[in-house]
Every structure is written in structure tokens, then in C-alpha cells.
């Protein structure tokens, strides 16, 4: 029964989480799908609305940072089943981001509006691009292990947990960190970019920036390897000599 519960935690957590990126995707684009979004009419004043916005990316930040450290995970594990820390890494994320969506308060202002029909098309599809790049670099490397539906299933047939292999496929050859590179796409890539998205994006861009230093210290401790794939392909934006030698270093691997 145990490993049934946790089982079942785990696909819950998964729920959450992709029920929470549709609505990411809506509430970024402004997509009339979702009863709020990034954009409106301000309803505070702008000083308390900026407050409000700033606090709640600040505790999705450290939400998601601190939880992911390795010390944070051996003290969680004390706690939680070692096959469901995944899962409530994911769920917790989750949570802090509907916060974010229900508390949020546009700040009104606009910083550009592309009138151009082609420029307009232009942005959506680079928006539409990023969110399909983000959920094509999970699958990349192992989407059910990311978000811990591999880690539940796994101790649901009485398996022990085994990390997986460090590898570059696909996009991974052209540069490290193409899931991030998606977010970048799916953040700035807007016709219309108001003060509220502003402060979106160049909070969540500067996070992510900032986690890629911490994620990359965590690669190189767990897989010696990396630091010879770091020095040859890019971070973020692809060069056409990035994926030849990536290419090599996988299979020198």
C-alpha cells in the first residue's frame, strides 16, 4: 500500500504540474483561455503592485533553488521517501507558481506594440517555438525521471533508483542548456510587451541565469565528464562547430 500511495502522489504532482504549464503558457501570452493573465488593468497602485509582483517571483525563486540543492535533498529525504522527493520538488514548484498567477498584479504601461502584421507573427511563432523547445528538451533528457514519475514508478515495482548517464542528444549538441534557451524564447517573444511582462522577463531571465551557475557547479560534481562538454559547446546560443564536437566528446565518452 505504501508503494501504491507514493505511486499515486506521483502522478498527482505530475498533474499539477502540467495542468500549471498549460496555464503558464496561456497566462505569458495573454491567451483569453485562462481567467488571468499577465497583462490588465492595474488594480493597485503601482509602487504595491511592484511589491506584490517582486515577492512573488522571489519566493519561486527560492523555492525552486533551495529545494534542489543536494544538502536540501539529503535533510528532505530524512523526511519524505527517497522515491517521492522528485515528485514534491515538482509539486512544491507548482504551487509557488499558481501563487504567482493568482496574486499577480499588472503594473499598466506598455514598452513596445509591433503593429507590423509580419513582425507580429514573427514573435508568436518564436513564443510558440520556446514553449515547444522547453517540453522537447525534457524528453531529451528523460521528461518522466525530471519530474519523477521514473522515481515512483520505479520503487512501485520494488527497483532500486539508478541516476541516469550523462548524454548530449539532439539539441543538447548544440548548446548546453536548450530547455533554458526556450524559456528565453517564451518570455521575450511577445508583440506586446508591457511593464508587467517586463518585469517578468527580466526577473526570470536573471534567475536563470543565475541558476545555470548553480546547476553547472551540481554537473560537475556529479558527472566529471561535463566539464570537458562545458568547454566545447556553447551555454545558450549555438555555434555551427557545437555540435561536431559534442558529437565527439559523447562518443570519446
Excluded at 520505479?154 to 539508478?162: E, I, M, V
Amino acid at each position: 500500500m505504501k508503494r501504491l500511495a507514493i505511486f499515486l502522489y506521483g502522478l498527482a504532482s505530475y498533474a499539477v504540474f502540467f495542468a500549471t504549464f498549460l496555464y503558464a503558457m496561456a497566462f505569458v501570452g495573454n491567451l483569453p483561455l485562462v481567467p488571468r493573465t499577465i497583462d490588465g488593468e492595474p488594480l493597485l497602485p503601482f509602487a504595491n503592485a511592484l511589491v506584490i509582483d517582486v515577492l512573488l517571483l522571489t519566493v519561486f525563486a527560492v523555492q525552486h533553488s533551495v529545494m534542489a540543492r543536494p544538502a536540501f535533498k539529503a535533510l528532505w529525504t530524512r523526511i519524505i521517501p527517497a522515491a517521492a522527493e522528485r515528485s514534491t520538488y515538482v509539486l512544491f514548484s507548482s504551487l509557488a507558481l499558481i501563487a504567482l498567477f493568482h496574486f499577480w498584479q499588472p503594473l499598466g504601461g506598455m514598452v513596445w506594440g509591433i503593429e507590423n502584421r509580419s513582425g507580429r507573427l514573427l514573435l508568436n511563432a518564436g513564443f510558440g517555438f520556446g514553449w515547444a523547445l522547453v517540453l522537447y528538451s525534457t524528453f531529451l533528457i528523460n521528461h518522466f525521471d525530471l519530474f519523477g514519475l521514473r522515481q515512483v514508478w520505479l520503487q512501485l515495482l520494488g527497483r532500486p533508483y539508478t541516476a541516469l548517464p550523462f548524454k548530449t542528444p539532439g539539441a543538447y549538441k548544440l548548446v548546453r542548456h536548450p530547455l533554458y534557451l526556450g524559456w528565453f524564447f517564451a518570455f521575450w517573444c511577445t508583440p506586446e510587451m508591457s511593464a508587467t511582462h517586463l518585469l517578468f522577463a527580466l526577473a526570470t531571465s536573471a534567475y536563470i541565469l543565475l541558476a545555470i551557475v548553480f546547476e553547472e557547479h551540481d554537473l560537475m560534481r556529479a558527472h566529471p565528464e561535463y566539464r570537458g562538454y562545458r568547454q566545447q559547446v556553447p551555454m545558450l546560443l549555438p555555434r555551427l562547430r557545437g555540435k561536431r564536437k559534442a558529437q565527439e566528446l559523447e562518443e570519446a565518452a
